[in-house]
């Protein structure tokens, strides 16, 4: 495979939702069409390492329009589609419409269809209205939990039409669709920034003998609309989001600056032979998988690297600094104290500026959540609201600025959550490969990285009780020899006392920005949970029974991730810090 091709699979994907009026006014629709291409225009001349893509149902109207534009731009088109193909042609007006259709079904990158049971009819809704809706509010749950903007040609009016544009906005923004979400989702969403309620508002008049004249937005005030109580409607993408997609960006582009070494040097989730069964959907996202977990480990080295030059200089400063106390005055002592802190500052700078830290954290927990949804995904492991899936809660507890880490998620699983996969056989691989065994899956990785913590960490232990013993030893030396030892002996003793004392000092601190004692409980916490899932997935009598089980188990274990990301980005070392534990 080239290194090309190789970096554009890599590409993360922007995903713009398409949601809007069928009966548009005719005069409006250029300049709807001009705005429209602006906006794409920016998003492609803003974010050139991501892949755009606009996801349309191709309806008529406002979704046509943006899929033409789309193409005509060259950006790839996916369509949606919320029923079979003959079904959903049938709720077109004209047979132009359907024809149109079919021309733009056939330049687009990929058609899916969207595989759901329809539930019962809710109270409050009658039979055949529920029938023919619910596909329509399955489908404005699919997109907005599937992009990253919602495009909407809205003419701003509520209105009760379940999967209509008003009520997809609605849900886009605070979770709320008549007949599918209860009413504590509202309630729920208002307890947490969340990234995901970012609209682009093109405002439209509609072309319809029922429609109400309204003093609202015309289509030139075009503008970003958020749940922000501030500034709901801005020209400028709020900072929240450009933080978020700039973070996004980022992992696009290092994911596709790497992508030769990712594809020579990854380690898949799919390796075994039985993962080739495994769809393509559930496949994509062991390709996002496998892009994070090797540039986590890539910053990890480069962090370690730094803290280990880190400490082994501020070791020296100190040595260098006992040596001009204790043993010699000589100024040179101190100069090469000051160089060995220069090059401790210029690693931690050189940490600093390429956040290294940060990366190292963000991509490892990004990985660990597309673990999860990779097995769920083989496993059939599906939330049992229609409208949820494995990104929407993961770290939104959180700061804010985690919300990228969701984005990324969210169109890893695109065809997956379109269409979950329920064979046995993802049940079985899941169950060998994630839960594993005594030396495989993550049983044995536990077991395994947690006996290696606490060995590292039980070294640490043995150099602080030789540290002791020499203090002690060197007191005692003090105490007997000392009358008759001359300034060079004193000097010698104190130098071999303090030098212990300063090993052991520089090593606990290089063991606590390496987080190792929690990591120790973070590694035994979470061989208990899978010990305890394997047990009670050997006594489950059915396959959903299994799926109860690994969907806890995936909870726990993203619940810990999160725990773990907070944890680690308390852990920073600074200037202040090596100077003091060098002086």
């Known amino acids: 495979m080239s290194h090309a091709s190789n970096s554009e699979q890599l590409a993360l994907p922007l995903v713009i939702a398409v949601t809007g009026h069928r009966d548009l006014v005719a005069a409006e629709i250029p300049l709807i069409r001009q705005r429209m291409e602006e906006l794409f225009v920016d998003l492609k001349e803003e974010y050139p390492y991501n892949r755009l893509v606009i996801m349309s149902p191709l309806a008529e109207g406002a979704d046509t329009i943006a899929a033409e534009v789309a193409l005509d731009l060259e950006i790839d088109l996916l369509v949606p589609l919320p029923k079979p193909l003959d079904e959903y042609l049938a709720d077109f007006n004209t047979e132009e419409a359907r024809q149109k259709f079919r021309d733009l079904s056939t330049r687009a990158r990929q058609i899916i269809e969207l595989k759901y049971a329809i539930p019962p009819t809710p109270d409050g809704f009658e039979e055949d209205n529920?029938?023919?809706?619910?596909?329509?509010a399955h489908l404005?749950?699919?997109?907005?939990?599937?992009?990253?903007?919602?495009?909407?040609?809205?003419?701003?009016?509520?209105?009760?039409?379940?999967?209509?544009?008003?009520?997809?906005?609605?849900?886009?923004?605070?979770?709320?669709?008549?007949?599918?979400?209860?009413?504590?989702?509202?309630?729920?969403?208002?307890?947490?920034?969340?990234?995901?309620?970012?609209?682009?508002?093109i405002p439209?008049?509609?072309?319809?003998?029922?429609?109400?004249?309204?003093?609202?937005?015309?289509?030139e005030e075009s503008c970003w609309y958020t749940k922000d109580k501030e500034n709901p409607r801005s020209k400028e993408l709020p900072a929240q989001h450009k933080l978020i997609f700039q973070r996004s960006a980022e992992f696009s582009q290092?994911?596709?600056?790497?992508?030769?070494?990712?594809?020579?040097?990854?380690?898949?989730?799919?390796?075994?032979?039985?993962?080739?069964?495994?769809?393509?959907?559930?496949?994509?996202?062991?390709?996002?998988?496998?892009?994070?977990?090797?540039?986590?480990?890539?910053?990890?080295?480069?962090?370690?690297?730094?803290?280990?030059?880190?400490?082994?200089?501020?070791?020296?400063?100190?040595?260098?600094?006992?040596?001009?106390?204790?043993?010699s005055s000589v100024q040179l002592m101190l100069v090469a104290f000051l160089i060995f802190f220069t090059i401790a500052t210029l690693s931690q700078t050189a940490s600093k500026r390429g956040e290294w830290h940060r990366k190292y954290l963000d991509y490892r927990t990004l990985a660990e959540g597309l673990r999860v949804q990779f097995y769920w995904?083989?496993?059939?492991?599906?939330?049992?609201?229609?409208?949820?899936?494995?990104?929407?809660?993961?770290?939104?507890?959180?700061?804010?600025?985690?919300?990228?880490?969701?984005?990324?998620?969210?169109?890893?699983?695109?065809?997956?959550?379109?269409?979950?996969?329920v064979d046995n056989h993802g049940m079985q691989f899941t169950l060998a490969e994630w839960v594993g065994g005594e030396d495989s899956g993550q049983l044995g990785y536990f077991k395994r990285k947690g006996q290696e913590r606490i060995e590292r960490y039980q070294l640490n232990e043995k150099l602080g009780t030789l540290s002791l013993l020499a203090s002690v030893a060197s007191v005692f030396v003090f105490l007997?020899?000392?009358?008759?030892?001359?300034?060079?002996?004193?000097?010698?003793?104190?130098?071999?006392?303090?030098?212990?004392?300063?090993?052991?000092?520089?090593?606990?601190?290089?063991?606590y920005a390496n987080a190792t004692k929690e990591l120790i409980k973070q590694y035994e916490h979470m061989l208990r949970i899978f010990d305890n899932a394997?047990?009670?997935?050997?006594?489950?009598?059915?396959?959903?029974?299994?799926?109860?089980?690994?969907?806890?188990?995936?909870?726990?274990?993203?619940?810990?991730?999160?725990?773990?990301?907070?944890?680690?980005?308390?852990?920073?070392?600074?200037?202040?810090?090596?100077w003091r534990m060098g002086s």
């Open 140 to 201: 404005g749950t699919y997109l907005c939990a599937h992009c990253h903007i919602l495009l909407a040609v809205w003419d701003g009016q509520e209105s009760t039409k379940i999967g209509g544009t008003a009520s997809v906005i609605r849900f886009h923004q605070d979770d709320i669709m008549p007949g599918l979400t209860p009413d504590t989702a509202a309630a729920q969403r208002m307890l947490v920034d969340d990234e995901s309620d970012l609209v682009f508002h």
């Open 534 to 578: 394997n047990r009670r997935l050997a006594e489950a009598n059915t396959i959903e029974d299994k799926r109860s089980v690994l969907s806890v188990l995936g909870q726990s274990a993203l619940d810990e991730h999160a725990d773990w990301i907070v944890m680690q980005r308390e852990r920073s070392l600074d200037e202040t810090e090596i």
């Open 130 to 136: 529920w029938i023919n809706s619910f596909p329509y």
């Open 204 to 219: 439209c008049s509609r072309d319809s003998a029922d429609y109400a004249e309204h003093a609202g937005h015309t289509v």
């Open 480 to 511: 007997i020899f000392g009358s008759d030892m001359s300034e060079l002996g004193h000097s010698i003793v104190a130098l071999v006392m303090g030098t212990t004392l300063l090993l052991y000092g520089v090593r606990e601190g290089y063991t």
């Open 377 to 421: 995904a083989a496993a059939g492991v599906t939330s049992k609201s229609k409208w949820k899936f494995a990104h929407d809660s993961y770290l939104q507890t959180e700061n804010p600025e985690f919300g990228w880490i969701r984005n990324v998620m969210r169109v890893a699983g695109i065809d997956n959550d379109a269409d979950p996969y």
């Open 254 to 327: 290092d994911a596709q600056l790497y992508a030769e070494k990712i594809e020579q040097e990854r380690w898949s989730l799919i390796e075994s032979e039985a993962a080739e069964k495994l769809p393509d959907g559930i496949k994509d996202i062991d390709k996002t998988y496998c892009a994070a977990d090797w540039l986590a480990m890539f910053y990890q080295k480069k962090v370690m690297r730094t803290l280990l030059v880190t400490h082994v200089m501020a070791f020296l400063m100190g040595l260098m600094f006992l040596m001009y106390t204790d043993f």
